[in-house]
Every structure is written in structure tokens, then in C-alpha cells.
């Protein structure tokens, strides 16, 4: 095939490897590109990447596929269904396929976005356990997956708009100013994203403070409460002879009922200061 | 409608969509903008969004409203009380449009750079509590979503000073220079606000910690005021045979004296040193 | 005035109303700029700022002042003591303006890299308070304020010295250039204040953190100290019928000896491995 | 040496000394490239730098090595394997030099790469200790200085590409476009690295802060349950001549149970609200 | 000497005042060069920074030198003992006199990078102290006014090698390259020991935690290990008539051994758990 339309060694090569990153390149007439796919299964919360190479000549697209990734028929079923369009040439396909990859992040973002705002709400809302720092490291991971797939589109896109005339003719460049709106728009999702759980993850840290804070207090209060009582008990089981207290039949009511003064009385000076 | 002004088939499929990020967008001899306006309801300390795309062809003007939004008949009075600035066409129309929409966001920052001055006197003046995270958290967010409704303008403004000239009069630009001048400050507001905000995080935190620090000292120092009579108490209380300080009839009182004195010179040593 | 001058009703707009960045516009052939103007009252630690508005045009330079802002009276009076320069036109003066209002800010700055100084050897000497917090948080607001008034400067000088060249004559260059100059080194002073500013935090956050580890081991040691003690009395506090102990004689002294000795070896042994 | 090649002072100065920063410099009609090598030791997890520098004029090619580096050997045998490209002149023989050292950096940051994964579980699966802070600080460190070697490259491949068109034939171009697509992927593994690093730590350091939490919090628990009997205990030691309950020969077995009752109810109390 | 060179008044103006920011002027055909010298004596660890102006015209070479700083006697010797490159003129002695002082430069950093180094090992190996917090604040600042002397020579530098030409010769530039290449490498060598710091800060404060944490550990432990006896004395201490266990002459030495199995139980449990 390589030699029936004439493609270079190096793209070649780069076709079979996978593992490239988002690029645009161009061997004489032809272009050659390099697109990260990305699906999310939402019930395991799976996100798989795939990736997409097409070489574009000036009367054939080739596309290899690499990893997990949805079939290509509908695209070829949209370009089919407006033959109008697809008398523009190879270029209105390149768009076609470009415009469906870019499109599939749209969805896979919106999970994303719907686990930042369920995590956001459970870190407002309930005690911070170590399950939810995991789960925010989790994200992350994942939009910086995204991030790194979607970002190079920017300079490919921005090309395809601008450069590269002889394959991409003149009256599709509006399309492809489209698929980089997406782009752009799909790269400051992820951002907006990312600035979220950056924000829900130093709420998490002082939050964890806070609880801190609120832990100690309460602690301290509790061993002032039994600490007292205690003492005031030590004090009345030492062995003097002459401790006149002992003998009153009254005392032992009275000493219990001071304690029990006391221990009310911190109890409600500290809920009133709110260390409990 | 399409037709009639002859619009270009994509800027009226992101016409119909709402959700778009401002920009400025030319087909043919026509401009397409996408602004977002912003709306806050103080009492219940609301921020809603809604957008407006705007045609700006040679002879005409079309407004396109998604979302909450004010009306536009004030801006519609006051191009008509203006006369000799409309004859300038469409151009001027649009500044029209732009400056209200734009001038909007002056009195929602206001009221945001309140929230972050109410909030930072909270911070610096009482204890710290996981309400004040929160509502960190909410001005964050909201501080973000402006950002994001506000930033794109920077672009969209500059390009109307400087390109797209066969819409845009020469002698409109100085117009649009001062909505482009509007939103610099609105940018540079939000970003001292997020500043503010940032800076006001930050001493929550050490504030925090502090707090923490504090806590644990008068915790130690209570504990400490408390243990010793304890063991005192513990002492006197084991059933020796021989203890000779027991049969003193000054024994009691003295050791009782004894206890106060040392809790005495505990609470005003650790007074001192600021641990109470 | 408007009208002897041919000044531009927006340009008229803005030096009515307050509060707007430093900029440099320029309406036909005359500049309109706006300058920041700030003073330190040292006693109170108060910082103000005002704004000074200057229109330059051919034959004339108008100022507008605004707010808190020295008299202009020293300008005039160095700009009449050089006739020779004076007679470079309107340009000379702007310089002469600008020279003096930009030159206002050393102090402004030397007085707030005194009082960071003064912070920092604060938080590395002493223990640290929530007096210290809101200082740290109070000195920033200030160079955020500063900065906002300063950093917009770089670009209006920048295109003074270079661009807009009818009005500055190419003799007074150099002068503006010399300004030029000072706004970026008092931009670079700021930016090092607050990294300074930034270092310091740093280093009280962990102070914090290294002072309440102390007070932890503090507690924890006299804890133990006195815990140890209390323990053994309870023991001995027992009430069994057959303890040979409590019936020897030197029972009492050899169990409170113990005591001392647990006691004092504890101590020492916590003062050695620094925790005490 | 110098003579044979015409070879200026300064290239050779630098020749000879080591920890030269990678560059492209040309001095004349030669280039004179530094590059830095990498091994990594993999069983003992040691990574070692060489350097590496090519002089290359139009009919030479002279390479200088410092400090460890794998021997060239197979790259003459390959640029000796295909005489066709070696044709192309000295260009291909740097090219493949390059490509040699370029590629050797991808194995170090795949090693690099699983350390940081290993750690990521260490870290989300198990208990925090000191050991796991110093190993996330020496995985930085190694980062670093993969980051120092690479990243000039991008700049000396650009110009590779672009300019110095007189030792690099036409032809040979898109190889080290090659290069440097490889070069851009290396940095923006580098880049990923750091950044799963850098969400590690915060993961790290905000697991302290819960576990903490979680300590503070059994302590606290435990703490109660002991403190609540030895209170009671207390109460029931003190030597008032009348207290009824200690006459009662069942007041000793109902005070265990009510103590006993206590512990389990304050123990499956802290359980539920996820204090144990 | 003003007037004998024809030197510009700014310029004098400038070279009068010390602390000026390292820059390149042109005033003419005249250059103004001011440099930043610095000079580290290790001994006392101390940093000390003086400044050196330099004015170069097509004749003549002027410095002028303001606080600390070495001769330039061994400079005049090298320029002299290389007849040939001084007849260069004054480009030449420009070029010796920048490269003696930015070589200087690299003592000053090799000793900052082994205080961090040093810092480093301590951090890692040993508890963490107030002292070694100050510590990395001293060598933040250090840094900070290397950085501040070192980053405007890029400009400097870049300056001199690609504009001015009347003043430096097209033979020298070769040398000016060499010179930039040194400021590039001093530059990086900040940035790098600067991360490394960052590195060690961030190291310093996870573990400042993690040792919070293990203080808090053992404290809980021993804290139980003492706790549950002097409970268990308490509950025998009661003064019940009936008490079947106190009659027992068993009783005693049963319990005794209980609270020591107990006792050794918690401590080898913590033991094994790490608490300990």
C-alpha cells in the first residue's frame, strides 16, 4: 500500500508504532495525522484511549486504527449522504473523521465533570475519609490523560485552518475553524475541570484541618470533664487521719453532687464556646 | 431568516446551540459574536449566565437570546435617542450591545469583591470554621465561571480595534477601544479578586493551624494543672502502714494547700508564657 | 475646556470618573494617560492612593487630579528652572509629571521592604502568633495594590519611548526612557518583595508545624512524667487483705524514692533525645 | 587535531571540559553539537549521565565522549549497513548519532515511569512512613536532571530542521524531524511524570493529614474508655463514712457491669460514627 | 572625563548611583553596560554583591566600580598578554571584563548548590528542627539575589551578540556568544538549585508531618500502656465491703501479673503495628 500511494518510510514506521502523541505532518503532498480516541464506560467508570492515523494524499484518505475505538461507519455513512460536500475532496473526509474523534471527548468530559461535582459535594458535605483523597488522585490521572490528548490538537487544528492549502481546499476551512472551536472549547473544559478539583482538593485539605481542629477540641473537653471529677475523687480516697469531710454524713452526697455541678458546668461552657 | 441575510449554515447551527464560549467568528462579509451575560441576584447571592449571539452583517443587526438575560430594549432607546451615531450602521449597534452586556459584569464583580472583603474580615477576626471553607469554595467557583464568561472578550475586543474592517467604521473604533478598555479592568478585577481570595485561603490556613497550635497548648496546660493534685492525691491514697505524714492532724490541709499552690504557680506560669 | 482643546468626549468620560488602570490612549493627535499616584503616611502604616490624569496635546498638557496625591507645584517649579528643556515642548513636561509620580513609589516600596524585613526576622525569632498571619496577609494586599498600579506602566512606557512620535520629541527619548527604566525596576522590586513575602510565609507555615510537634512532645513527656507516678500509687492504693509491701516499714520511703528515681529519668531521658 | 579540521579555540575549549549544557552551536561552516547520554542501572536503580559532543563540518565527523556512555559501535555498523543513506554526507551520520542518544532515553523514563507507579500504590495502598517521602524526593530529583538533559534539545532539533541548511541536505530533514518529534514526546513524558509525581505528593500529604485524623481520633476514643472506669473507680475509693452503695453486697458486682455496660456502650458508639 | 568622551547625563547620572539593575544602554555610538558582581566568602558563608559600570565607545573603555568587588588587574593582564584579539578594540576589553565577572559567578553557585546539598542530607537523616527551617529561608534569599544579578545579562548578552554592531566587531561576536552561553548556564544552575530547594522544602514539611504523626502514635501508645493498670488499681481500690478477689491471698500477686501481661501485650501489639 505504501507504494501504491507513494508514503514516506518514516510515516510509515510511525503508523505501525501506536503510542504516538496528536501530531500533524506533512511528506510532500501528503498529510499525515495522528488523533487520540477516548471512551468512557460509564458503569465502571472506565476511561480507554485508541488512536486514529490517517494519511490524507490529494485523492486518498487512509485511516489505520489502533486500540480500542468506535467504527468509523457512521462517518463514512455522513460523508456518503451528502455527496455534495464530499465532492470537496479528501480533505471534507479528513474533517469528517476529525469532527467525529473530537466529538467523542464531549461526553467523556461531562463524566467528569458530573464525578468533580459529586466529589465537591460529598468533600462539603460529610467527613473526609481517605477514599475521597483516592478518588481525587484518580481524577486527576484521568484528566491529565485527556489533557495530554486533546491539547496537540490545538497546534493541528490551528495548521489545517491556516497552512497546508493544496490538500485542504479553500472552501472547507470553515469546518475545520469548527472542529477547532471544539478544540478550543473542549481544552478549556478541561482546564475549568482541573482548576475545580485543584479547588475541591484544597478544600478537602483544610477541611481535613478543620476536622482536626474539631477533633482536638472535642477531646479536650471530654478529659476535662472526666479529669476533674477524677482529681476531686483521688482527693477524698487519701488516708488522713483527721479529714473531717469524711466523717459529715452529708459529705458524700455533697461531693457527688459538686462533681456533678462541675461536670455540667464545663460541659455547657464549653458547648457555648463551641469546643463541643 | 437564514436566507434573507444569507448566514452561513455552521453559525446558525451555534446559534441554535446554547452553551457556546464568546467569541468572534467572520463568514463572508458578516460577523458572528457570542457573548455571555451575567446576572446576580443579591438577596439570595445568585449568579445566573445566559448568552446572546449577535449577526452583524452590512445592513443588519440580529440578537439571539439563550438563558437569563436582561432585555435590550434600554440599549435599543438609547441607539434610537442617538440618531447621528446609528447613521455609523451596524457597527454601532453592536457597540451598543457589547458595552451593556459588558458593563453588567461591573456591578456582579462588585458585589463577588464584597463577599471576599466579608469574607476576609471573618477569617482574620474569629475562629475559624468549615463554613468559611465553604464559602471560599462557592466565591471560587464563581470567581471561575466570570473569568471564563469575561477572558474570550479580551480576544474578540482586540480583533474588533484592529481587523474586520468593511463592518466596523473607522470612526466607531475609538468606541469599541473603550469597551476593550472595560474589559482589561474587568479581567484584571477578577484576577485581584481571585488574589484576595487566594491570599484570604491561605491565611485560613495558617490561621488554622495556629488555632491548632493553641488548642493544644491550653489542652496540655489544663491537663497539666489537673495531673499533678491527681497523683498527689495518689500518693495519700495508698495503704501504707507507716506513712507517717498521714497521722498528722495538719496533714490534710497542709497537702490540700499544697495542691492549690502548685496549680496556682502552674496556671499563671503557663499564663505567662502564653500557653493559657 | 473640551472645546478649546478638540479633546474626545470619551477621553473626557474617563478623566470624570475615577478609578481607572494606568493607561495611554491617544485621540488624534493628542495622548491621554493615566497615572496612579501613592503615598505612605509611615506613623499610621497607611498606604493611599490617587489618580492623576494628563491629556498632552501639541501646545498644551492638561492634568486632572483625583484622590490623595502631593501638589504638583515642585514639577512645575524644576520644569520653569530649565527653560532649555521646557522648550522641547509639551513632551518635556509629560516626562517631568510622570518622573515625579513614578519616582513617589521608592519610598512607598523601601518603607514595605522594611516592614517584610521586619516580619521575616519577627517569624524566625520569636514564636509564632496570629498577630504574625495578619500582617503577612495585610502586607500583601498592599503589594497587590502597588503592583496593580505600577505593572501597567511597563507598557505605556514602553510605547512611549517608542511609538507616538509627534508629540515626544526624539531629543526627550532618553528621558523616557530613563523612566522606563525605574518602572521596571520598581516592578522587579515588588515582584522580589513578595517572593520575600511568599518565603516568609513559607517558613511560618512551617514553623507552625515544627512548634506544635514541640508542644506535642512537651505534652507527651510531662505526661508521662507524671502518669508513671500515679500509676504506681494506684496500685498501691489497693485494698487487698495480703500486700507484704504495704506492711514493711520502709515500704512508704522505698516506693516514693522509686517514684523520684522513674521520674528523674524520665526527664533527663526525654532532655536527651530532645523532646523536652 | 584542531588544524587538520579548522576547528575554532572556543569549540575546543569547550570540547574538553564536561558539564556543558546540550547546545548547537555552528562556527563557521561547522556545527558543533553537545548532547547528554543516559543509563540507567536497573538493578540498582542508579542513573548516570555522560556527555557526548559531534563536530560536524562538510566532510567530517568527530565525536568526543565524557564520562559513562555506551560505545557507538552500532551506530557506525548501521550507518555502515545502509551506504545509500550515508551518501547524504556527514548530516546522516549526526542524525543517526542523535537518534542513537535520543533514543536511549526512552527505556530511563519507562524505569522512571514504574517507579512513580509503584510508589502511587505504595502511597494510596499503604500507611505513610518517612521512607516513602525520601523516595518520592529522589524520584524528583532523577526528573530533574532527565529534564536538564532533554529539554535543550528542542531547541537544538528545531534548528536542525529549520535552518543551518548548508551541512544538512534537503533529503535528510525529515529524519531529524524525527528527532525531534521523539525529543518532544521524551519532554512531555518527562512532563507527565512529574506531574503524576506532584499529584503523589499532594495525595501523600493529604493521606498524613487523614491518617492523623484517624490516630487523634482512636486515641481520643480509647482515651474515653478507659477514663470513664477509672472515674467511677475513683468515686467508689473515696473514704466517706457513709456511702450506702459500698455496704451493699451487690454494690460491687452491679458497679462492674455498669462499668463494663459503659466501655462497650462508648466502644460500638465510636465504632458507628467511625471514630474506631 | 564627561565631556573628554562625550558621555550622555543620564548615563553619568547612573553611574554615580549605585544599585541600578544590570542593563545595556546606548546612548550614540557609546555603550553603558552595568554589571552586578558578587563574591562568596565561605568561611563566614556570607554573600556580598557589588556593581560595576562600564562605558565603551568606539575608543575607549571606562569602568566604574561601586562596593565590594575584586580588581580587574588580572583582567588588564590577560588583555594585555593577547596583543592580537586587544587590537579588536574595545568590544575585546568589554568582552574580558563581562566574562571575568560572570565566571565568577560559578564558585558562588557551586557553594550555595553544596549548602543545598548538605541541607538536604539533614533533612533527609535527621529530625527536623527550627534551626534547618531558617536554614532554607537564609538560602532562598541567597538565591533570590543571585537570580535578581544573573537573569538580566540574558538580555544583556543576547543584545551584544545580535544588535550594536558599530561597537562590536563581527570577529568578537563569537566571544559575546561564549559569554551569553555562561549567563544561559548560570541560569539554568539557579533554577535548578532553586527546585532543588523547593524540593527539599516540600520533603521538609511531609516530613515534619510524618514525625507528627509518629509522636502522636507512640504518645497514644504509652499513654494505653499506663492508662489500663492505673484503671485496674482504681477498680480495686474501691472500698466495697464485699470484694470476694481482695480477700484472696492470691489476689495480689494474680492482678500484679494480669496488669504486666496486658502491659507487655499492648507494647509488643503496638510494636508490631508500627505504632511504636
Redesign the interface.
Known amino acids: 500500500m505504501q507504494q501504491a500511494f507513494g508514503l ?1 518510510d ?1 510515516a510509515i514506521e510511525d503508523a505501525h508504532r501506536a503510542h ?2 496528536p ?1 500533524l ?1 506533512r ?1 510532500g503532498n501528503a498529510l499525515f495525522v495522528v488523533l487520540r480516541t477516548a471512551q468512557m464506560h460509564e458503569e465502571q467508570g472506565d476511561l480507554q484511549f485508541g488512536e486514529t492515523h490517517i494519511f490524507v494524499g490529494p485523492r486518498y484518505v487512509v485511516s489505520v486504527r489502533h486500540g480500542s475505538s468506535l467504527s468509523y461507519t457512521t462517518v463514512r455513512s455522513r460523508c456518503e449522504a451528502t455527496p455534495s460536500l464530499l465532492c470537496q475532496g479528501p480533505g471534507f473526509v479528513l474533517y469528517a473523521l476529525m469532527d467525529f474523534i473530537v466529538d467523542q471527548y464531549f461526553p467523556v468530559l461531562d463524566v467528569l465533570e458530573d464525578q468533580v461535582q459529586a466529589l ?1 459535594e460529598d468533600i ?1 458535605g460529610a ?4 477514599a475521597t ?2 478518588r ?2 484518580h481524577l ?2 484521568h484528566l ?1 490523560e485527556v489533557k ?1 490528548a486533546i491539547s496537540p490538537l490545538i497546534d493541528v487544528c490551528n495548521r489545517l485552518v491556516r497552512f497546508d492549502l493544496d490538500v485542504i481546499p479553500e472552501d472547507s476551512r ?2 475545520f ?2 472542529v477547532y ?1 471544539h478544540v ?2 473542549l481544552n ?1 473544559m478541561v482546564d ?1 475541570i482541573r ?2 478539583l485543584a ?15 474539631e ?6 473537653s ?3 470533664i ?6 476531686v ?11 473531717p ?5 452529708l ?2 452526697p455533697l ?2 453532687t459538686g ?1 456533678l455541678v462541675v461536670c455540667c458546668a464545663l460541659y455547657f461552657g464549653f458547648k457555648r464556646s ?1 469546643w463541643l
Not at 467527613?127 to 481517605?130: E, G, H, L
Not at 477533633?215 to 479536650?220: A, I, N, R, S
Not at 475523687?233 to 488516708?239: H, K, L, R, V
Request: proline share 5%.
Open positions: 514516506h518514516l504516538q502523541r501530531k505532518e511528506y465537591e462539603l467527613p473526609v475519609t481517605r483523597t483516592v481525587i488522585y486527576k490521572r491529565l495530554r470553515p469546518y475553524r469548527d472551536d478550543i472549547r478549556e475549568i482548576e475545580l479547588s475541591a482538593l484544597e478544600a478537602n485539605l483544610s477541611l481535613i484541618s478543620v476536622a482536626q481542629n477533633v482536638m477540641k472535642k477531646l479536650g471530654w478529659v476535662a472526666i479529669a476533674v471529677p477524677t482529681m475523687a483521688g482527693i477524698y480516697g487519701m488516708n488522713f487521719d483527721v479529714m469531710e469524711l466523717r459529715s454524713p459529705g458524700y461531693v457527688l462533681m463551641g
